[in-house]
Nanobody, 116 residues
């Protein structure tokens, strides 16, 4: 069973930065995609950023230019660097990973709160 352990959430003022980490059990290279999603109260879960096994990335329009997803194979960790945070970025952030023919795995989520 794959486990994804997230860390790095917290409370930050608007304009500040946070870096989220996601460490999967097993090799990070075994996943064809690793994503960060978020879910704010009363809203649907949305894709924030994605990094594919080849290294290409995708971002939600709302975070382009502010958030950066990256992968450190040596540390077996995926990161989400979040800069210029806004109150509307407040949400529970989830790490998700896809294995070919096995489907998706999800972390437990980490709270990010941005105060105005």
């Amino acid at each position: 069973q794959v486990q994804l352990v997230e860390s790095g959430g917290g409370l930050v003022q608007a304009g500040g930065s946070l870096r989220l980490s996601c460490a999967p059990s097993g090799s990070i290279l075994s996943f064809i995609a690793m994503d960060w999603y978020r879910q704010a109260p009363g809203k649907q879960r949305e894709l924030v950023a994605q990094i594919l096994s080849g290294g290409s990335t995708n971002y939600a329009d709302s975070v382009k230019g502010r958030f950066t997803i990256s992968r450190d194979n040596a540390k077996n960790t995926v990161y989400l660097q979040m800069n210029s945070l806004k109150p509307e970025d407040t949400a529970v952030y989830y790490c998700a990973a896809e294995k070919e023919l096995a489907g998706w795995y999800w972390g437990q989520g980490t709270q990010v709160t941005v105060s105005s």
